[in-house]
């Protein structure tokens, strides 16, 4: 498994309309996998692999693989005099995990490490009733420790992230923003796995941009390819942890990849989730069928384009999500990937 490369994807930094170095690394790294790389006026990144095989009837099927490149992060929206950055969150935050954390400050002449509290008074000097108030993430600042000469080198709208490097532990992996590089790690990953095979499909795999704002990018993506299927590739929940009830779990680490059949913005079709079913059992990769009450994502996207595609999601459960400490395990997404793979190499027409 490469983690090398998932280590560098998690690292980049790119939130939603700043994705541009993801969507250059991801360039320098799928050189050779497809026929036709295009980047859309959105920035999201089209590539298409023609089919290898003649269709057995009529053009060859689309199967679009959506896998959005955007982090949840920030954008400066204010520097003080003092050297204070105030930021406006880009993608859902619990300001309950934004206490105390290193980040990156990124603009066009570099990056800048700072750290990121919120305003007000530390435990020494505050009040019992202070103490209790969680703030907004609106309410976080950020110390570049340059004083006044931060106005010099932060403008309004450099992107800010969370520092903080991948690490594996046990069988898993911890890191920032695995929502959602682990898609664009499968997306690259599946190509290379598919090698000389030759499908009869023709498959695009769409990196997408500022997903975590409203499927923006999937959208335009997706209306420029029509697909016949859409697989939305991404994270969910993995809530198989203390204090939350068995039925909002979602999905159990370890026990496949999910096999994601409705959030708030799609339901999937119930002919590809049988046959990805199908294909799971008879290949012997482990799988679980997978709900959210709320959330969406780009395979929603796919499915609405145009005159509609069927569409399911292909996810990884991951633990403390849209945290720096998001976590997945690494059997899961092997399962992900397996599943891709053999879903490219059978698709017909």
Not at 78 to 89: R, S
Not at 120 to 133: D, F, L, T, Y
């Amino acid at each position: 498994m490469n983690i090398e490369l998932l280590r560098r994807l998690c690292e980049t930094p790119g939130v939603p309309g700043h994705e541009h170095r993801v969507r250059e690394l991801i360039q320098d790294e799928i050189k050779g996998l497809f026929d036709e790389v295009t980047v859309d006026p959105m920035g999201s990144l089209l590539c298409r692999r023609d089919s290898r095989k003649a269709p057995r009837k009529g053009a060859p099927k689309k199967v679009m693989l959506l896998c959005h490149m955007d982090e949840i992060g920030f954008l400066v929206s204010h520097v003080t005099d003092k050297g204070f950055l105030h930021v406006q969150p880009v993608g859902g935050f619990d300001a309950r995990n934004l206490f105390s954390r290193r980040v990156l400050v990124s603009t066009d002449d570099g990056d800048f490490k700072g750290v990121m509290n919120p305003g007000g008074k530390p435990i020494h000097i505050s009040s019992p009733e202070e103490r209790k108030k969680v703030p907004e993430p609106k309410d976080f600042v950020v110390d570049l420790g340059l004083g006044e000469k931060a106005k010099d080198v932060i403008k309004v709208g450099d992107m800010v992230t969370m520092d903080e490097p991948l690490i594996e532990i046990g069988e898993k992996v911890v890191s920032k923003a695995l929502d959602n590089r682990i898609a664009c790690w499968l997306g690259i990953e599946a190509l290379k796995g598919l090698g000389k095979a030759k499908h009869e499909c023709e498959i695009h795999v769409a990196f997408t941009c500022q997903e975590e704002v409203g499927l923006r990018g999937a959208r335009t993506s997706s209306f420029a390819i029509k697909p016949d299927i859409g697989l939305g590739v991404d994270t969910t929940l993995a809530c198989d942890t203390p204090g939350v009830p068995e039925q909002d779990r979602t999905t159990v680490q370890g026990n496949g990849f999910g096999l994601h059949v409705k959030d708030s913005s799609f339901i999937a079709d119930r002919d590809l989730v049988k046959e990805f079913e199908a294909l799971a059992e008879k290949e012997k990769i482990p799988f679980q069928r997978t709900m959210l009450a709320a959330g969406g994502q780009d395979g929603a996207a796919a499915q609405q384009a145009a005159a509609g595609a069927k569409a399911v999601g292909i996810v990884v459960g991951t633990r403390y999500i849209h945290t720096v400490t998001e976590m997945i395990h690494k059997s899961d997404l092997q399962a992900a990937l397996d599943v891709l793979v053999a879903y490219l190499k059978k698709a017909r027409s």
